[in-house]
């Protein structure tokens, strides 16, 4: 992750203090073991080789073997998962931003990025100002030997700020923390209580420009939670632009003066808060992308066509995270599958058909997985460079269910999607010496299976 | 995409009260900026530093009385051993003396290294809730390295003044020649810290593989580096080998400017310095370039 200083000069008067640009973030599942390994002895249950090389290089084109008999499934979670699409925006300086969304949206993941706690995948985000994050755990960066004086130095120390300015600074955090009478006392005597109050009079009296929090923004009793209001009512008139994140609407309501409404990682909507609010706990809402017709075609609510079972959507990105309709031959694509699965333990298994020039080109997952929770489940097809030929594809998916009775059919999208592939050579202007595409082609795709509520 | 860009309404504040603007970008920093940003930074060393030589004591009940005990009773029995009953040469100096001195400035390299590659996965529970630069981390693993070095050098110090009193004998070169042992030191752990460029961030991926191979790789670097041995006790036929070990030279460079007993040959100081310099150069290039995205296995 870069982190840079422009060289040139600044422009301070500039009234966005965050700009945030196309910014996506991938996440990976744990680090893969060396399964095979573990064959030989009482550790992890075996694995299929497949899964650990595949686990090993996410780029490897896993061979499609449709030998379904003694495979294994894949864990679910062990996978790459999208946390953050291709988000843009931007936050005027002295605005209180609160950002609401489900469990999975991505608040947290967009608040580690602005405070640079994981690197961005794509994109940039522009900070103007010093930047404090503010939370819970504020304490555990002091220590409780440590005099208060010494502790507010400490956090000035991680927040970046020099120490002297810190510690003219001392006083205002000892007064507003109410703790004048603990002044000359270490850490360890502050009960939980005051220690919460100590942290957040240092984390607001250092003078942040932006202030990131994580789901608590006040703290203490009534008492000290109304000052705390009042602060950071004071400090946003003075320019502080704080960004917050909570599942508490009220609190939302009552600070902010404007929200932004994540789903799946995009921005769902952004604007007022009490219209954010209301389209958050109406619910029913959909992507900005989604309501122009850009993602999925995913079915309405209630009105899901029977015909497609499980299978919510289907949608061509490219490895940047953004929907596309247009793919170079030489570059690589992924194809998400979203599959909301009801009644879990399910094993299942997708197939991803493309229809082109040259016929169809089907992939199918080379084991079915099993969902051992209902939900929300995102299926990746990973297509290499060069997979598909010049020309118009249109994408389907068909998802089979295993039980003990045998394979079925759980549902199809048709035509979900489509993608112009173009630089590549067409069938018409291939080599004549050149084989023949078989009408009905398999593709040898990476696949990857993750819940899609469970993103960190 | 600029389309997309949203802003807010009219702010209340109206301008950024800072022209402290920071740009964050998928790509890495870059070594010189990392270490400028390491040395932005450089206040936070000593609260690292801290917290990894309180590890020594942690958990435990007798609470840093371990710090002199763990080194003492392996002293004693190491040197019972190796000195008492095999009767490892020593140069004509005291073999505890020799030997306490060896294992000092060993443990100054091992620990670092040790502590190096843990730096970032022991610090998690900060780095999960604020932004640290890990290169302040891994300077900050000196610190139990060099509290190991000083304790067993204390343990030195008391074989010292004992035979001082009973041989009457001094085996301490005070002078310029300590300068020497200096350069010794700092070469030990500028290696063990370019090693640790590479080390800590296999170690940063969650699974305790990386340490343990440290580990084992210290442990047979123990006895091939005169640690326990003077070069000299080598058969001649080895020793050119032995001067390519790159702990060999520094090793040779303390007991010579401590004791006054040592092989200090230039080819092995050339050795060591080019090593510490290829691996440190590419070891920043590797870690500026991997640890960030070893952040999300934390």
Same mark, same amino acid.
């Given at each position: 992750?870069?982190?840079?200083?422009?060289?040139?000069?600044?422009?301070?008067?500039?009234?966005?203090?965050?700009?945030?640009?196309?910014?996506?973030?991938?996440?990976?599942?744990?680090?893969?073991? *060396?399964?095979?390994?573990?064959?030989? &002895?009482?550790?992890?249950?075996?694995?299929?080789?497949?899964?650990?090389?595949?686990?090993?290089?996410?780029?490897?084109?896993?061979?499609?073997?449709?030998?379904?008999?003694?495979?294994?499934?894949?864990?679910?979670?062990?996978?790459?998962?999208?946390?953050?699409?291709?988000?843009?925006?931007?936050?005027?300086?002295?605005?209180?931003?609160?950002?609401?969304?489900?469990?999975?949206?991505?608040?947290?993941?967009?608040?580690?990025?602005?405070?640079?706690?994981?690197?961005?995948?794509?994109?940039?985000?522009?900070?103007?100002?010093?930047?404090?994050? *503010?939370?819970?755990?504020?304490?555990?960066?002091?220590?409780?030997?440590?005099?208060?004086?010494?502790?507010?130095?400490?956090?000035?120390?991680?927040?970046?700020?020099?120490?002297?300015?810190?510690?003219?600074?001392?006083?205002?955090?000892?007064?507003?923390?109410?703790?004048?009478?603990?002044?000359?006392?270490?850490?360890?005597?502050?009960?939980?209580?005051?220690?919460?109050?100590?942290?957040?009079?240092?984390?607001?009296?250092?003078?942040?420009?932006?202030?990131?929090?994580?789901?608590?923004?006040?703290?203490?009793?009534?008492?000290?939670?109304?000052?705390?209001?009042?602060?950071? &009512?004071?400090?946003?008139?003075?320019?502080?632009?704080?960004?917050?994140?909570?599942?508490?609407?009220?609190?939302?309501?009552?600070?902010?003066?404007?929200? *932004?409404?994540?789903?799946?990682?995009?921005?769902?909507?952004?604007?007022?808060?009490?219209?954010?609010?209301?389209?958050?706990?109406?619910?029913?809402?959909?992507?900005?992308?989604?309501?122009?017709?850009?993602?999925?075609?995913?079915?309405?609510?209630?009105?899901?066509?029977?015909?497609?079972?499980?299978?919510?959507?289907?949608?061509?990105?490219?490895?940047?995270?953004?929907?596309?309709?247009?793919?170079?031959?030489?570059?690589?694509?992924?194809?998400?599958?979203?599959?909301?699965?009801?009644?879990?333990?399910?094993?299942?298994?997708?197939?991803?058909?493309?229809?082109?020039?040259?016929?169809?080109?089907?992939?199918?997952?080379?084991?079915?997985?099993?969902?051992?929770?209902?939900?929300?489940?995102?299926?990746?097809?990973?297509?290499?460079?060069?997979?598909?030929?010049?020309?118009?594809?249109? &994408?389907?998916?068909?998802?089979?269910?295993?039980?003990?009775?045998?394979?079925?059919? *759980?549902?199809?999208?048709?035509?979900?999607?489509?993608?112009?592939?173009?630089?590549?050579?067409?069938?018409?202007?291939?080599?004549?010496?050149?084989?023949?595409?078989?009408?009905?082609?398999?593709?040898?795709?990476?696949?990857?299976?993750?819940?899609?509520?469970?993103?960190? | 995409?600029?389309?997309?860009?949203?802003?807010?309404?009219?702010?209340?504040?109206?301008?950024?009260?800072?022209?402290?603007?920071?740009?964050?970008?998928?790509?890495? =920093?870059?070594?010189?900026?990392?270490?400028?940003?390491?040395?932005?930074?450089?206040?936070?060393?000593?609260?690292?530093?801290?917290?990894?030589?309180?590890?020594?004591?942690?958990?435990?009940?007798?609470?840093?009385?371990?710090?002199?005990?763990?080194?003492?009773?392996?002293?004693?029995?190491?040197?019972?051993?190796?000195?008492?009953?095999?009767?490892?040469?020593?140069?004509?100096?005291?073999?505890?003396?020799?030997?306490?001195?060896?294992?000092?400035?060993?443990?100054?390299?091992?620990?670092?290294?040790?502590?190096?590659?843990?730096?970032?996965? =022991?610090?998690?529970?900060?780095?999960?809730?604020?932004?640290?630069?890990?290169?302040?981390?891994?300077?900050?693993?000196?610190?139990?390295?060099?509290?190991?070095?000083?304790?067993?050098? =204390?343990?030195?110090?008391?074989?010292?003044?004992?035979?001082?009193?009973?041989?009457?004998?001094?085996?301490?070169?005070?002078?310029?020649?300590?300068?020497?042992?200096?350069?010794?030191?700092?070469?030990?752990?500028?290696?063990?810290?370019?090693?640790? =460029?590479?080390?800590?961030?296999?170690?940063?991926?969650?699974?305790?593989?990386?340490?343990?191979?440290?580990?084992?790789?210290?442990?047979?670097?123990?006895?091939?580096?005169?640690?326990?041995?003077?070069?000299?006790?080598?058969?001649?036929?080895?020793?050119?080998?032995?001067?390519?070990?790159?702990?060999?030279?520094?090793?040779?460079?303390?007991?010579?400017?401590?004791?006054?007993?040592?092989?200090?040959?230039?080819?092995?100081?050339?050795?060591?310095?080019?090593?510490?310099?290829?691996?440190?150069?590419?070891?920043?290039?590797?870690?500026?370039?991997?640890?960030?995205?070893?952040?999300?296995?934390?």
């Amino acid at each position: 992750m870069s982190c840079d200083r422009p060289d040139g000069p600044v422009n301070a008067s500039a009234a966005l203090a965050i700009e945030v640009e196309g910014l996506s973030k991938r996440y990976r599942g744990h680090r893969p073991r *060396l399964a095979w390994l573990s064959r030989f &002895g009482p550790g992890d249950e075996p694995r299929r080789r497949d899964d650990a090389v595949a686990d090993l290089d996410d780029d490897v084109v896993g061979s499609l073997d449709d030998d379904d008999e003694g495979e294994t499934a894949p864990p679910v979670g062990d996978q790459l998962v999208w946390a953050l699409r291709d988000l843009s925006f931007g936050v005027a300086a002295g605005t209180t931003l609160g950002v609401i969304g489900a469990n999975g949206s991505g608040k947290s993941t967009l608040l580690r990025v602005l405070t640079r706690l994981t690197p961005p995948t794509t994109g940039t985000v522009i900070l103007r100002g010093r930047v404090a994050p *503010l939370v819970p755990s504020l304490p555990g960066l002091m220590q409780r030997r440590n005099s208060l004086e010494r502790n507010v130095a400490q956090v000035a120390r991680f927040y970046g700020i020099p120490v002297d300015e810190a510690l003219s600074r001392v006083d205002a955090v000892v007064e507003f923390a109410e703790l004048e009478e603990h002044a000359d006392e270490p850490a360890a005597a502050l009960s939980r209580g005051e220690m919460q109050r100590f942290a957040f009079a240092t984390a607001v009296k250092l003078n942040p420009d932006i202030l990131i929090a994580d789901e608590t923004i006040v703290v203490g009793d009534h008492h000290f939670q109304q000052r705390c209001r009042e602060e950071l &009512g004071r400090q946003a008139q003075q320019g502080l632009t704080v960004v917050f994140a909570t599942h508490q609407l009220d609190l939302i309501e009552e600070l902010c003066d404007e929200a *932004l409404l994540l789903d799946a990682g995009r921005i769902v909507e952004r604007g007022a808060t009490a219209e954010i609010i209301r389209q958050y706990t109406q619910g029913g809402y959909r992507t900005k992308a989604q309501a122009a017709g850009r993602i999925g075609d995913e079915p309405e609510s209630g009105a899901a066509d029977v015909g497609n079972g499980p299978v919510r959507s289907a949608r061509m990105y490219s490895t940047t995270g953004r929907p596309i309709t247009d793919l170079h031959h030489s570059e690589e694509a992924v194809v998400e599958i979203v599959l909301e699965l009801p009644e879990a333990p399910a094993t299942v298994r997708c197939t991803l058909a493309l229809r082109g020039p040259a016929g169809i080109r089907r992939a199918a997952q080379p084991a079915p997985f099993t969902a051992t929770e209902p939900g929300r489940y995102l299926v990746s097809a990973y297509l290499p460079a060069g997979t598909l030929e010049s020309g118009t594809y249109s &994408g389907g998916v068909v998802a089979l269910g295993f039980t003990s009775e045998g394979r079925h059919q *759980l549902g199809a999208l048709r035509d979900a999607f489509s993608v112009d592939v173009f630089g590549g050579t067409t069938r018409a202007s291939a080599s004549a010496d050149a084989p023949a595409w078989p009408e009905k082609r398999q593709l040898a795709l990476s696949w990857s299976v993750a819940r899609s509520d469970l993103v960190p | 995409m600029a389309d997309a860009l949203a802003t807010s309404a009219t702010p209340r504040g109206g301008t950024v009260r800072s022209p402290d603007t920071r740009v964050i970008r998928p790509r890495p =920093l870059g070594p010189a900026r990392r270490v400028a940003e390491a040395w932005q930074y450089r206040g936070l060393a000593p609260f690292f530093a801290f917290d990894f030589a309180s590890k020594a004591w942690a958990n435990t009940w007798l609470g840093w009385w371990w710090v002199p005990l763990r080194p003492a009773l392996s002293i004693i029995v190491r040197v019972l051993v190796f000195g008492t009953i095999l009767r490892a040469p020593s140069g004509g100096v005291p073999y505890f003396i020799f030997f306490a001195l060896g294992v000092a400035f060993w443990e100054l390299f091992g620990v670092t290294w040790y502590f190096g590659t843990r730096s970032i996965e =022991l610090s998690k529970r900060y780095l999960k809730r604020i932004y640290v630069p890990r290169l302040v981390l891994l300077t900050a693993s000196v610190s139990p390295g060099l509290m190991w070095c000083g304790v067993h050098l =204390l343990i030195a110090e008391i074989g010292i003044f004992y035979y001082l009193a009973v041989d009457e004998k001094l085996y301490l070169n005070l002078g310029v020649n300590l300068l020497l042992a200096l350069v010794g030191m700092t070469l030990m752990v500028g290696l063990a810290l370019a090693l640790g =460029l590479w080390s800590s961030v296999f170690g940063a991926m969650g699974v305790r593989d990386p340490r343990w191979i440290v580990r084992q790789i210290l442990h047979v670097w123990f006895y091939l580096t005169p640690v326990i041995y003077p070069l000299s006790a080598v058969p001649e036929r080895f020793q050119g080998v032995m001067s390519a070990n790159p702990l060999t030279a520094p090793m040779e460079m303390i007991r010579l400017g401590l004791v006054g007993y040592g092989d200090v040959r230039m080819s092995g100081v050339i050795i060591t310095l080019v090593t510490i310099l290829v691996i440190g150069f590419f070891g920043l290039r590797f870690f500026d370039s991997s640890e960030a995205r070893s952040l999300d296995e934390l």
